[in-house]
């Protein structure tokens, strides 16, 4: 092999590799203290008094809730993260994801329905600043042919989301 071929060759290597390391890449073997997760659950169609999304954003340090009824924010919650059933959740997340993408439902074609979307970032250690962060995944995943998805997230992230009130509060929690 000449000298041209093996820089090309050596060059053009990355490029081939990168479509190897896909989501579940990314997702697997996250670090705690530089990943961020954001959840948002949006309920279906129905009356004011009835409807209830979610957000839940959940760091090393910190799990955020906020619950609204369509434009009214309902309920706040925060509490420290525990650092076990973060990494739990950590482990768990990338089968969680898997899943959800492979539910078979466009969630666009679920008109009324209850939606779920899970967005993971890489951040600096200690970041929280989602902006300043770069987005890994994200994935949305509806009720109409997703609910046990759903329900599978929100079982595993309920040790996180408890100490918040959100199960609670929510009034979605399987």
Do not use: K
Not at 43 to 64: F, Q
Request: net charge negative.
């Amino acid at each position: 092999m000449t000298a041209r071929r093996r820089t090309t060759a050596l060059l053009a290597l990355p490029a081939l590799l990168l479509p190897l390391a896909g989501c579940g890449a990314d997702l697997a073997d996250r670090d705690p203290d530089a990943t961020l997760v954001d959840l948002a659950f949006t309920d279906s169609s129905v009356p004011p008094e009835y409807h209830r999304s979610w957000e839940l954003l959940v760091d090393s340090e910190a799990t955020v809730s906020t619950v609204t009824d369509y434009e009214e924010v309902l309920d706040e919650g925060s509490a420290e993260t525990d650092p076990q059933a973060w990494q739990e959740f950590l482990d768990a997340l990338p089968d969680l994801v898997d899943d959800a993408d492979g539910a078979g439902d466009d969630p666009d074609d679920c008109a009324g329905g209850t939606t779920l979307t899970i967005v993971v970032h890489d951040a600096e250690p200690g970041e929280v600043d989602r902006g300043a962060a770069d987005e890994v995944s994200e994935t949305t995943v509806g009720s109409c042919a997703g609910g046990e998805e759903i329900d599978a997230v929100l079982r595993a992230v309920t040790p996180l989301a408890e100490p918040t009130g959100l199960p609670r509060e929510a009034r979605t929690w399987p």
